[in-house]
């Protein structure tokens, strides 16, 4: 919080009004099955991204990404570069009649940008927060999430479902949501432990966006050929394990290992749920690995630094581990016993050291709160 409030007054000369925050997130289990309409299963980080703000006649705007205040014109076109997201958020804002008429925004993260942690969705949830504070409205958390998942995706055109804005706005302490992102509901489970991150550093060869789109449009593909006898099938998650042999029997070749994986995974992370409701770790941790497996062989989505994370990890003692984020190569995510998490991070670190020569950044969280107002501090300096 302090680094968005001293932001602040190093750019704009006076102190903040009002702040907010929101988590970045990981996803213990449940990846790719947001766009097949099926559950996905995070938790909040406690690395989060404040935004800080006061009211002005106009709009300028600034990142501790570059540290260089911009202007904003809300009405104009998107400028594509990080600014859009508060432009997306300031119009859904002002379609619902709670945005200021202007105001200087600092934006400031503990988050890695970029990684598949979900920095957007912190930011634009952060911002919803602070922005609708300053036009003298209180929107609920669930109102935020609607704003924050308009502004990327009817805004911007990002074509991902709720599920990062979900956690970044209902997110609670020591708990993980099952979210059913068919449906739209909400189960609040226990998570009392602890998460390591690593981060791969490296992204997907084809660039990310490419990749995720040529599987975008396979699981599509599938899901018009399992319509031709499953009528009026909404998404692929909805399909039963017991269906992949009628779907082996019936569809393309290429595409039969991806819906395996989709129907699989979905599979797994209400499996995963179920362990969770019964505090079992070991469980979620294997259900993680058959997850990283299934990504790797039949979705062909993983990398190999993060298969050598995930094997290294397993090998050295942790629970599970898995590649985490859909979008680029991203974060490995460890779960492991507390009291031997230490030793066995360390090990990680020395297998990818010596495999790909530099040690990769590693750090861990609990799940932590969702969106939150921020008190500012007494003095900023
Ligand atoms: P992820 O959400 O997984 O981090 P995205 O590609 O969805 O990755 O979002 C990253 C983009 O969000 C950045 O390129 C930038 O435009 C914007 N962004 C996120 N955090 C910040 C920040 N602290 N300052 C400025 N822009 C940010
Ligand atoms: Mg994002």
Redesign the pocket.
Known sequence: MRLATSLYAASFGSRPGAAASAP?RLNLLGEHTEYNGGVVLPIALERR?AVAVAPARDWAVV????RIPLEIDVPQALRG?????LVGVVRELEAIGAAPLGARVA???T?????????????TVAAARALSQLAGRRLAPAQLLEIAYRA?HDQLG?R?GRM?QTIAALGMRGTALLVELGVGTVVRLPFPGRLWVVETGVSHPPPGDELINQRRRECEEALAFCREWRLGLPHLAQLAPGDLEEVERRLPPPLIPRVRYVVTETARTRAAASALAAGDLPGIGRLMVQGHESLRVDYQYSVPEADLIVQSAVAHGACGARLS?A??G?AVTVLAPEERAARIMAEVGRDYADRFGRVPDMWSSRAAAGVRREALPAMVG
């Open positions: 970045g991204t990142s501790q990404l570059d570069d990080w600014t859009d997201y934006v400031a993260s988050l890695p940008v970029g990684a598949g942690l979900s920095s957007s969705a912190a930011l990327e990002v991902r990062d984020g979008g680029w991203g």
